[in-house]
Every structure is written in C-alpha cells, then in structure tokens.
C-alpha cells in the first residue's frame, strides 16, 4: 500500500489543477486517470471544438469578405482530414503540456480505474492500493446524457463527445438541444455548409441565459440560415435503411413535422461519472441526478470529512465549466493544504457560448435580479452604436443590469468575440463595482468593448454616444 497526502481520482480540469497547486504547496500527490489526464476537456469537448469553431470562423470569414467587401474569394472545398489533423496537433500539443507540468510539479500519474474502499483509501483495477494522509478528491466528471432509443452510433446519432470526430461533413444536421453545446455545433455545422435545425424543448434558446441574449442569439442564427425550433419536442426518430435519419418534433403550437438528416446530434445536457466509483464504500452517496454534493461549499468538502469534490460532480450553484473546475481545484487543494482561501463566487463565473453570433455573461439575470427583490436598473447598447461594431456588421448587443443606486448585478454580451471581451465584466461583477466606478475607466476607441463602456457611461448619467 502506497501512502500519500492527497489522492486525486480523476485527472481532468478540476482533477490536474487540484493535483498541481497542491504539489506546489508541498503536497505529495497521487492522480488516478483512467484515459488521458486533460479529460473531456481536452480530448472531446473545450479544446477541439473550440479549434473546429475557429476554422468554422474562417470560412465565415471569406463569405464576409466577398459579401461585404468585395474581395472575389470562395471556399472550393473543406479538406476533413487536414482540418482534423490541425485540431488533433492542437489537443495532442496542450496534452503533452498537461503531462509535463505534471511531472515537473512531481505528482504521480496513475493510468488505471479507480474506486474508494474507505473514507481514505483507493483501490485501482490492476490491483494497486493507496491511502491519502489529508484527503481524496473527486474528479471523475460527466459524460453526455442520452435519450432511450436513440443511443449514438459515432455516424447518424452522435453525441458532443464523438461528433467532432464522426467521418467527414454531413450535407444536413439536426441538433437536439438548444443549450452552449447544441448552439456551438450547430453553428459549425452551418458555417461549414450543412443545412441545420436546432431543436430545443425550452421556449427559447440558451434558456439559462438572460431572456434578450436568447432573442439575440436566436436572431443572429436564422439570419444565418438555422432552422431554430423552441418550445419543440421530440417525438420519435427513426434510422433510415440508406443512411439518416427521420424524426418527429412536435412544434410550440402542437403541430408536428417530419425532420430528415443525414446526421442526429443529440445535446440534451450531461451527467455525472460515478459508475465503479463504490462511494458507499467510504460513507457517500449520489443524489438524485447523480451528483455528489458538498456538505461544505466553502471547502467543497463531502459529509466524509477528508472527501472532497470537484469539476461536474459537483450540483448546481455549480455551472460545471472546465474554468470553475480549476478554481474548485485550486480551493480544495489550498484547503488540504491548511492554506486559507475564499470559496468559489460562483455568480462571478462567466458563461460562453462560442457560436456565431457568440454569447458571453456573467452575474445575475434581469429576471433573477427581479426575482430577488433588486431595484432594478437596466441599460442595453447595441454594439453596432460603436464604429467597430459598424465595421464587423454582425450586431450584437451589450446588456448591464445593474441596482438602483447600487452595484452591478449582471452584464450580458451578444456579438463577435464577445468571449475576449467578459473578463472585464467578469471583474466588475466580482468586485461589486458600481456604473459609476466603471464609467471612470476610458476605453479605447475605436474596439469592440467600447460598447461596454458606453453602457456603463449612460448608466452613470454621462452617456456620448447613447441618446
């Protein structure tokens, strides 16, 4: 038996950043991995399609230059596999950096199943057995939720882990799910050629988002030729002898239509990995939706003193993003550690979605805002009222809501590249920065984030340049 301060089961986003800052503090650490560290992140979700998105941005890109510009430029033909070996080389790149900074910080990587066999102790399948000093953290994350009867086959019905890596482009995509993973791979999908319906069963997009970031991104979609369908359901699917499929979505209004494509991607959520975790074998259990949850959220720390959690096990405040993965990870390590720290504000945590138009938001809803009884004041300024919103010509629109009086409550972005312009906004939220504090700040002209200020002059009683 191997003893060691920490054991990290799981080496994913919130598994290798608890494993690093805790060999950086002194720890000694085992991490169990039974694939490759880095996780969905990394191999199946963030970072390749992130990377098809960008190329996706570039294909756009030459249809605004011929449209709008007049530059004679077209695409003849997506080369699938030299497009997918740049994506490859880009996650194979960031892999190879995750196990260097790995070894340099001395953790100890174990590739092998993991599952507990007391409140400190960890068996893996080939027979090895450890025992943690301080405390075990979980790490093991989710994978993509699926719908009876229609289980992926890696060609006609995909999932957001395997459809980036399904053979070739399809001509047609329908995509179940109008949440960031649905609207991202519809979106590539689109740009890339493929006629495209989104289907989502809420009455609108992203429906977690502000109600005016849905209408927006919404907008933006069908003007780029999505066939987006909320408050819609599925009612059955059926595989088609040539290759396809054909399904019946049920309408807001109750009428129903047959859908073919040549591909299904079903994006309906995720759900958390405990399977051959045994974590009755250390006192614990799973709630309802499978989650394993803190009795302590400021240390994220289980009913099992010594058992923490992390990354997509973890229930809602909890947005399961690989950026609040790593903060848990930094949390619960600094805790093992002795090291005081402050937990994780999970209303300062941005969302994105990286489609075309993209979305970015952080803090509080006008509708949660409401909800809990603020005063409200809101301000929206359309990003094409700055020059640099004229010269992309996309739209987009930049939305604070904010208290009456008081601080910034939200701020919600609609637009091109509104996921580099959050983390401002990010700051201002997490700080409780009030119009006022902001307005003084000068932003450069002519940008993107221009817009931002703008809002926040106007909330202050000095608006230019919005009447």
Same mark, same amino acid.
């Given at each position: 038996m191997t003893s060691a301060d920490v054991i990290v089961i799981g080496g994913g986003t919130g598994g290798y950043s608890t494993a690093l800052r805790a060999a950086a503090l002194g720890l000694t650490v085992v991490l169990v991995e039974r694939d490759k560290v880095g996780g969905t992140c990394l191999h199946r979700g963030c970072i390749p399609s992130k990377a098809m998105l960008h190329a996706a941005e570039l294909v756009d890109g030459i249809g605004e230059a011929r449209e709008r510009w007049g530059v004679a430029a077209h695409v003849d033909a997506v080369d699938w596999a030299a497009l997918t070996a740049t994506r490859d080389d880009i996650v194979a790149r960031n892999h190879k950096g995750v196990q260097a900074h790995l070894e340099h910080a001395g953790v100890r990587v174990v590739h092998a199943a993991a599952r507990l066999t007391g409140p400190r102790s960890v068996r893996t399948d080939d027979g090895r057995e450890f025992t943690a000093v301080r405390g075990i953290v979980l790490a093991t994350g989710s994978r993509p939720r699926t719908l009876s009867g229609l289980e992926p086959d890696g060609h006609t019905v995909v999932t957001s882990d395997d459809a980036l890596f399904a053979p070739g482009l399809p001509g047609s995509v329908l995509v179940l799910g109008g949440g960031a993973i649905g609207v991202e791979y519809a979106s590539f999908h689109r740009s890339m050629g493929a006629a495209v319906t989104l289907v989502e069963a809420a009455d609108r997009l992203v429906p977690l988002e502000d109600a005016d970031v849905s209408r927006h991104l919404a907008r933006g979609l069908k003007k780029r030729g999505i066939d987006v369908r909320a408050g819609a359901r599925l009612e059955g699917v059926v595989r088609l002898p040539g290759g396809g499929v054909r399904a019946s979505v049920r309408g807001a209004r109750g009428d129903v239509v047959e859908l073919e494509a040549e591909r299904l991607l079903v994006a309906v959520g995720r759900v958390p990995v405990t399977d051959g975790l045994d974590l009755a074998a250390a006192g614990l259990a799973a709630d309802a939706r499978g989650f394993v949850a803190p009795a302590d959220w400021s240390r994220l720390e289980t009913p099992v003193p010594g058992i923490h959690v992390v990354g997509d096990l973890l229930p809602p405040p909890s947005p399961g993003l690989a950026h609040a993965s790593f903060a848990e990870g930094l949390l619960v390590a600094e805790t093992l550690a002795g090291v005081a720290g402050a937990p994780v504000d999970y209303t300062a945590v941005p969302r994105v979605t990286y489609s075309a138009p993209q979305t970015a938001a952080v803090g509080l809803t006008e509708a949660q805002a409401r909800e809990l009884s603020y005063d409200v004041v809101v301000n929206t300024m359309p990003l094409t009222a700055v020059a640099k919103g004229m010269v992309h010509g996309q739209g987009g629109t930049v939305k604070v809501v904010a208290e009456r009086g008081?601080?910034?409550?939200? @701020? +919600?972005?609609?637009?091109?590249?509104?996921?580099?312009?959050?983390?401002?906004?990010?700051?201002?939220?997490?700080?409780?920065?009030?119009?006022?504090?902001?307005?003084?700040? @000068? +932003?450069a002209h002519p940008t993107l984030s221009e817009a931002v200020g703008e809002a926040f002059l106007s909330l202050a009683g000095r608006g230019l340049h919005q009447q």
């Open positions: 008081g601080r910034v409550l939200g @701020v +919600h972005l609609v637009g091109p590249h509104v996921s580099e312009m959050i983390a401002e906004s990010q700051l201002i939220v997490g700080w409780e920065a009030e119009p006022g504090d902001v307005a003084r700040h @000068v +932003h």
